[in-house]
């Protein structure tokens, strides 16, 4: 908590300035992103005065590598020079590649092809009990 003119403040992280991109994707938007890909609503917000560092933190540098030709975060392989792209890109990253992800899987179950012998579900006549 902090204290100022009489009001409280809570947060519920704070971050020094030597906190990295990977700490602050993996600590505060990470498990965002894992709730909206539960049905949630999430929202992200940075504020701060002129040159704090929002468009940084969110975006990264502009030189920042091609990093989405890189696994998930969870699976990456370090390299240093993804440490310093943005959380946006990051979050963007993970969600398409969890999209694709849950996508095969469900291809995988309901099967693609009736011709390889899979019979696709049919919604219309499923048993739900």
């Not at 468009?55 to 993804?82: C, R």
């Not at 992800?101 to 693609?112: P, Y």
Request: aromatic share 8%.
């Amino acid at each position: 908590h902090a204290h100022r003119d009489g009001h409280t403040f809570t947060f519920d992280k704070c971050f020094s300035g030597l906190a990295t991109q990977v700490e602050i994707y993996n600590t505060l938007i990470l498990p965002l992103l894992n709730s909206c890909l539960e049905g949630y609503n999430a929202t992200t917000l940075a504020y701060g005065q002129t040159g704090a560092g929002k468009t940084y933190t969110t975006l990264g540098p502009v030189t920042s590598p091609d990093f989405f030709n890189q696994s998930s975060s969870k699976d990456a392989k370090h390299a240093p020079e993804y440490d310093v792209v943005g959380i946006l890109p990051r979050a963007l990253r993970d969600l398409f590649i969890e999209l694709q992800r849950k996508s095969d899987s469900l291809n995988k179950h309901c099967g693609e092809n009736p011709a390889d012998g899979d019979e696709n579900i049919d919604s219309d006549n499923r048993d739900d009990s």
